[in-house]
Each structure stands twice: as C-alpha cells, then as structure tokens.
C-alpha cells in the first residue's frame, strides 16, 4: 500500500503521496527539452583519474576535481581544473580550460580536489587525507586568480588538528566566510565531527570559531556537509541518531551579535533509520534543500532516496515539501547531489538505470506559486553503464554542472562533466 505523507508548511499544509516528486503535482508525462548539453575533458585525463569527483560553478568559470590524479611520478596527489567560457584557444563547444590546479608541496594519496568550492576568483580545494598535522587530519589549499593566472596563495590547517579529522571533506565559501567540516573530528567523541569558520581579513583567511553540535556524540559525522549563504550556515551530521539510528539531522546557524548561534535543528518530519538526512545541503536565502538519499519510499523501493526542502520565517525553519524521484526505484540514491538557486532545485540520482545500469540522472524543480514542481529530467547524451552521472553537481546562474567520475572518455574511471543550460530549448 501506498504511504501517504502529511506535509505541513508556512504557506499551505497538504497530502502527498511517498511515490509523488512534490506535494499535490502529478507523474510527469514528457520527456526533457532541455537539449543544450556540453561535455568537458581534462586535457591530460587519463584512466584513474576520477575527474569530476567533486565540481563548483560561479558565473562562468567552473571548477573540477581530480582527486585520484597522479602529479609526476607522485600517486594519488590530485589536481583540479579550472574552465572558463569563451575566450582564446576555446574548445569544446565554447569551454576553454584555463588552469590545472596542483598543491606545492604535493604529497601521495593527498587526494586533492576531493571537494572544492568557489567563488569568483577564489579556489578551495579539499585535501581531507594531508598529513600536515598528522596522517589524515587534512587541509584546504587556497588558489587565487588575477586576470587569468592562478596561484596557490594559502595552506589551512584546523588550529587543533588531529590525526584522523578528515578536515576538508566538505568546504562552502563566500566572499566573506570559508566554512571546512572534519565529520571525524573527536570533540565530542570518537568521530562526533566539527566544522571550522574561517574570515577573510585583508586577502587572508583567518580562523574564526570552531562549532560542534550541542547534542553531539560519537559517531553523527557532523560536518560531513557545510553550505552558507550570507550570515547563514549549514552543518549536516547524516548518522545522528535523535530521529532513528543514522537517521541524520542539519543544524542551522546565523552570525549574530559577533557570534555564530545555532538557530535550528531540522529533521525529517518521517525520518527513519540510515536515511542519512544531512549528507548533502544547500541553501539560498531563506530556503534550504536536505538530502537523505538512503531513504526508504514504500512505493519505490530501499534506498530510493528523497530530499526535503525547509523554509525560514522570521528565526522559525518548517518542512515545506519532501521531493522524490518521479521514475524512481530502489537503490537510485535520489539526493546523492542536491543545488539550489532561487526558484530552481537539482537533485541527482547516481545508481538511476537511465541508459543502462546505474547510468544515472538529475531532475530539476521550479518553484511557482503553487510550490515547488517537477519540471525536468536530465540524463547524459553519452553515458555508459557505471557512469553515476550525477556523482556531485552545482548551479548558477541558470546553468548546472553534473559529474561523472566513473566515465571511461579517457580510459577506465577517467571521468567527464557535463554542463547544461537549464533554459528551454525553443521549438
């Protein structure tokens, strides 16, 4: 039988049906036309290399990680790359790479760009495994471009590193704040996680506080992800147990009064065990996109995945809606990468069977006055089974970029990114 789920939100408070993809909106019945779709290559890819493990977009430079690319005869050190659109010595329908991003020092198994963030002329990239302050504590390397030349300009540490924290597995960035998680940081016990604010202070970041959760324990993996937007941050912990075993939270926090204060705790209103609420977030204004991408849907299947979009009035955050796939089944992990602008939510089923096995799939939503509907499908022009399209993406600016690490374009696991305009093609 099918599950009926009661949503209530700020604006209205309605039923929706677990197989549904938003509250009160029928199955879709066309196909996608969205049909302006370009795929980028590192220029020196190669098998192994996993690019597109991790992405970021801002206007129009775009930024990959390679995280398992070897740096002369140094393995697994990892590189990112930098494209920008138009330009001089464009290629690949008008993407132009522009930089290859290396550590100086780099290290074997380093794995850098494992995550990245970006925003204008600033790279961050994740180096979670660096052994700086201890095998696996991790850092973020800092780049930063004038004109069109990039230079690594910082190293950062956690003030109280220890071996083991995994800092730099979930970075978020703004002109202002540089927000790190280390979900294996002990604060308060054994992998309990944190996460770190850095401020930027004349073209250097400096730490600023240290938050872990006031409920925390053993085990939650707070900071597994981060997002911020302006004074407000997110801080996801997908094996917080308050709901469910593993069940996940996101916690809320806005800088007030000098100070960052917790704001919230948000949890899935039908929350279950290993859902993993919180392991992906992101956010925009006042409106923020939660992922739990094991969850259960009796009609789809285990592991069908869904994610959940929470609005704020005043300092109070309501569940507004629980999206899931409209062409669904088990094991999809619809939520494996969530991004939200404005009126538009992306949300990537990696293991969806597309094209063939686990080929993967995105789905798009808009928000109209009626609130958020399913608008359209996603799915790579050349995708090959194993694929995962859908392994990380982001937005801006009416454009998506959506990974594929596992693409074989330049041998086996070798990986691609596919950017797409998010406008209609007209007919």
């Keep these: 039988?099918?599950?009926?789920?009661?949503?209530?939100?700020?604006f209205y408070c309605g039923v929706a049906f677990a197989n549904s993809h938003v509250l009160g909106e029928p199955l879709p019945t066309k196909t996608s036309n969205l049909t302006n779709q370009t795929i980028i290559l590192?220029?020196?890819?190669?098998?192994?290399?996993?690019?597109?493990?991790?992405?970021?977009?801002?206007?129009?430079?775009?930024?990959?990680?390679?995280?398992?690319?070897?740096?002369?005869?140094?393995t697994d050190a990892g590189a990112a790359y930098v494209f920008v659109e138009g330009g001089?010595?464009?290629?690949?329908?008008?993407?132009?790479?522009?930089?290859?991003?290396?550590a100086e020092p780099a290290f074997a198994e380093d794995t850098l760009g494992g995550k990245v963030a970006l925003n204008g002329d600033i790279a961050m990239l994740g180096v979670m495994r660096r052994d700086d302050k201890g095998k696996d504590a991790g850092a973020v390397v800092s780049f930063e471009r004038t004109l069109s030349n990039w230079r690594q300009t910082q190293i950062i540490t956690a003030p109280d590193a220890?071996?083991?924290?995994?800092?730099?597995?979930?970075?978020?960035?703004?002109?202002?704040?540089?927000?790190?998680?280390?979900?294996r940081n002990d604060a308060l016990g054994k992998d309990s996680g944190a996460a770190y604010i850095f401020l930027r202070e004349h073209n250097t970041w400096r730490y600023q506080a240290k938050i872990k959760a006031n409920d925390g324990v053993a085990g939650d993996?707070?900071?597994?992800?981060?997002?911020?937007?302006?004074?407000?941050?997110?801080?996801?912990?997908?094996?917080?147990?308050?709901?469910?075993?593993?069940?996940?939270?996101?916690?809320?926090?806005?800088f007030d009064d000098n100070q960052w204060q917790q704001?919230?705790?948000?949890?899935?209103s039908d929350g279950g065990k290993t859902d993993i609420f919180g392991v992906r977030v992101a956010i925009s204004g006042d409106t923020a996109l939660i992922s739990a991408r094991r969850d259960d849907i009796d009609s789809l299947g285990v592991d069908a995945g869904s994610a959940y979009i929470f609005v704020r009035e005043g300092k109070t955050w309501t569940e507004q809606v629980k999206l899931t796939s409209?062409?669904?089944?088990?094991?999809?992990r619809f939520g494996r990468g969530v991004a939200l602008s404005g009126d538009t939510a992306i949300i990537s089923a990696m293991n969806h069977d597309a094209n063939g096995t686990d080929t993967g799939a995105a789905y798009v939503y808009k928000k109209g006055q009626n609130g958020w509907g399913y608008a359209n499908k996603i799915m790579a022009k050349h995708s090959?089974?194993?694929?995962?399209?859908?392994?990380?993406?982001?937005?801006?600016?009416?454009?998506?970029?959506?990974?594929?690490?596992?693409?074989?374009?330049?041998?086996?696991?070798?990986?691609?990114?596919?950017?797409?305009?998010l406008k209609p093609t007209a007919k």
């Design 326 to 332: 409209p062409d669904g089944y088990a094991d999809d």
């Design 42 to 74: 590192a220029k020196d890819g190669k098998a192994g290399d996993s690019f597109g493990y991790s992405a970021a977009i801002d206007g129009t430079t775009i930024l990959v990680g390679a995280f398992k690319a070897d740096i002369d005869n140094t």
């Design 384 to 421: 090959m089974a194993g694929d995962r399209f859908g392994w990380n993406l982001d937005l801006s600016d009416g454009v998506a970029v959506i990974t594929t690490p596992y693409h074989a374009a330049n041998g086996n696991e070798s990986g691609a990114v596919f950017i797409q305009e």
């Design 263 to 268: 704001e919230a705790k948000l949890m899935a």
């Design 88 to 102: 001089k010595g464009q290629y690949q329908n008008g993407w132009h790479q522009q930089a290859k991003l290396v």
């Design 1 to 10: 039988m099918t599950r009926i789920i009661k949503l209530c939100a700020i």
């Design 162 to 183: 220890k071996p083991g924290d995994a800092f730099g597995q979930s970075i978020a960035l703004t002109d202002k704040y540089l927000v790190i998680g280390a979900p």
């Design 221 to 254: 993996l707070f900071g597994i992800s981060v997002a911020i937007d302006g004074n407000t941050m997110l801080v996801g912990a997908d094996l917080h147990d308050a709901k469910a075993e593993n069940a996940g939270a996101v916690y809320v926090y806005r």
